[in-house]
């Protein structure tokens, strides 16, 4: 019982993080909305069982990556979006179409996948076998993500540089 | 105990916010921020069918979004940068020309 | 097992004991702050009101709660006003998880020394701190002045670099625990080689970590000489320039509620944690070990605060070099050869 109120009250907060994520004008707002959806689903996680997962979540999502967004967004001093005749054909056809799509895909899950109930902490993801998984089965994943990373950086690099400090320039069109 | 498929609910609800925020949004830092909801959503998921099977792959993939995730964050602020520095505009309507 | 009840009701009381104990070793560190870096510059610092100024943090903190609280027009209210509270909020959060001793038994009831003991300690304590940039952050651009936004750009853009180096840092001593959890780290601790060098982390070839982490958490709390987010001499006072009265002193709070945080937790990784010779009675037996701790959270304050009236601030640019181009390289360096040592033992 106190595992439904915990998950009713956390999946209520991360789905009005999500609409005010849509309805805010401004970029700032929406990026603390995706932040509270981040952190909401952190406890989601941990409900299941997957605390690693969910200290990562907050680690990653909501210390380093939402930071550079709203690091972004400050640099740019990004103002409140204006309306134009593109999103206005969006809204009309975008919002009713979510609301049948998510309607149709609850409406499945609820009814046709059963009633397999998951417990509290149902599976505990501890360190330590996520780390030997990780550094056994998936090694090669694991490699290849790490170039990933190198390839974004040298392209974030480059990309953002500024062309005339010398670094790799970029042609001024 | 929660059914799971609540939480595949929850999971679809979100990815189904970042569609529509793809869509209807025009500042495209918060397209991005789109893009990332919709990854968390697909999160979800992948940990509640991990719970379900009793498997830590699940878990494991999410770690891999993650990472994804981030690097994509990098590049495509640093596009975001670009633009704004060429353009001085973050509207996508007025992103439309292919060479300055 | 324990009731819910008691349960709750002992969290409570710790709760209640651990903020009481929190805010005034913070009030109490501004004091030796003001003390300390007024003998390094040969004055006297606080000393008219009480014994040696000992009350000057009363005195302080009425006239915050009495100062008049001005909120300049041109400022994003929401945001403004939340920004104080989120970096309060994160910084005395952070405390829930670091244990200041071992199990106690008080009437009946066995119960550890921590407001709650959880497996993933650190990670959560490494998750709190890098929440609170965004209080900084917000600040900075939610006041709508330039120097503002200059000192919230440039605290968003350190604490990120920095949070690398220091969760590097931290890595050779899990890897020499096997644990996340603060109090197997802790306990890992124990003991000493021959009965004299304890077999603190530092002592076991993490010296390196320890100055990595040093450095680095000077960083993460915009401490001189990595002030850059509230340079005074040029951004007046950074992030914090629109504030005033008791919203500066939430950020001011928070500011050295973070040192604290830092300091515990670099005793706890680092220095042994609680451990220390134990002598005499029972009684003094089981408060020497809290004793221990704090007085290692002391040294750690002292440091900070020596480093702050010897060093001068870096330049941005420099700042942001060093964070990359040495401090991350010798902590990825520290984490490869701890993980060579420890393998080639086991």
């Known amino acids: 019982m106190l595992h439904l109120t915990i998950f009713l009250i956390f999946g209520a907060v991360c789905v009005a993080g999500a609409v005010n994520l849509l309805v805010q004008r401004h970029p700032i707002n929406s990026a603390l909305s995706l932040i509270v959806v981040m952190a909401s689903l952190a406890v989601e996680y941990l409900l299941l069982g997957a605390e690693f997962v969910a200290a990562v979540q907050v680690i990653i999502y909501a210390g380093a990556i939402m930071v550079l967004f709203v690091f972004v967004i400050m640099l740019l001093n990004a103002g409140e979006e204006e309306r134009t005749k593109g999103s206005r054909v969006a809204m009309i056809f975008g919002i009713p179409g979510m609301l049948v799509g998510s309607g149709l895909v609850a409406w499945v899950l609820l009814e046709r996948s059963g009633t397999h109930a998951v417990e509290a902490g149902a599976l505990p993801g501890p360190p330590k076998t996520i780390a030997w998984l990780l550094f056994h089965e998936f090694l090669l994943p694991f490699e290849v993500t790490s170039v990933l990373v190198l390839i974004a950086i040298m392209g974030a690099v480059v990309l953002a540089g500024h062309s005339d400090s010398g670094g790799p320039a970029k042609k001024e069109g | 105990m929660v059914p799971l498929s609540y ?71 640093a596009i975001i940068i670009a633009v704004y520095r060429t353009r001085e505009t973050l509207n996508v309507d007025q992103v439309n020309l292919l060479k300055l | 097992m324990l009731s819910v009840g008691t349960f709750v009701l002992i969290s409570i009381i710790k709760i209640v004991i651990a903020l009481i104990v929190l805010l005034t ?39 915050f709660i009495f100062k008049e609280d001005l909120t300049s027009p041109h400022v994003y209210r929401p945001l403004y006003i939340a920004a104080p509270m989120i970096s309060l909020i994160f910084a005395l959060t952070s405390i829930a998880v670091i244990p200041v001793g071992n199990w106690v038994t008080v009437g009946g009831i066995h119960t550890p020394l921590q407001i709650t003991d959880v497996n993933m300690g650190l990670l959560i304590v490494l998750g709190i701190t890098s929440m609170g940039v965004y209080g900084v952050a917000l600040a900075g651009w939610s006041s709508n002045s330039k120097y503002s936004l200059l000192g919230g750009l440039r605290a968003s853009a350190q604490m990120v670099s920095y949070e690398v180096s220091l969760g590097l840092s931290l890595i050779g001593v899990l890897i020499m625990a096997g644990s996340f959890s603060l109090r197997d780290i802790v306990d890992a601790q124990g003991g000493a080689y021959w009965h004299v060098i304890p077999r603190w982390n530092i002592f076991q070839g993490q010296i390196f970590a320890f100055f990595i982490y040093l450095t680095a958490a000077f960083a993460e709390t915009n401490r001189i000489p990595f002030d850059l987010p509230e340079a005074e001499t040029e951004l007046v006072a950074g992030y914090h320039t629109e504030y005033s009265a008791m919203k500066f002193a939430m950020f001011f709070m928070a500011e050295y509620a973070n040192m604290i945080t830092v300091a515990c937790l670099a005793s706890l990784l680092f220095l042994g944690g609680w451990h220390g010779p134990l002598f005499g009675p029972a009684w003094l037996q089981a408060i020497l070990p809290l004793f221990w701790f704090a007085l290692r959270i002391f040294g750690f304050l002292f440091v900070y605060i020596w480093v702050r009236g010897t060093l001068p601030r870096f330049r941005y640019d420099q700042l942001m070099a060093f964070g990359w181009k040495v401090l991350l390289p010798l902590a990825i360096a520290n984490l490869m050869i701890t993980g060579l040592i420890v393998a080639l033992k086991s």
């Open chain 3, 25 to 63: 070793a913070v009030a109490y560190t501004v004091w030796l702050e003001r003390k300390v870096v007024g003998h390094i510059q040969n004055r006297w610092g606080p000393t008219r009101v009480g014994p040696f100024g000992l009350l000057q943090p009363l005195a302080d903190g009425v006239k």
């Open chain 2, 7 to 77: 939480y595949l609910v929850l999971s679809g609800i979100l990815f189904a916010c970042g569609v529509t925020g793809f869509l209807i949004k025009r500042n495209i830092i918060t397209i991005f921020m789109s893009i990332e909801l919709m990854l968390n959503g697909v999160n979800l998921s992948f940990v509640a069918f991990a719970a379900q099977w009793g498997k830590l792959s699940g878990q494991i993939f999410v770690f891999f979004v993650m990472v994804v995730a981030a690097a994509e964050a990098a590049v495509g602020l």
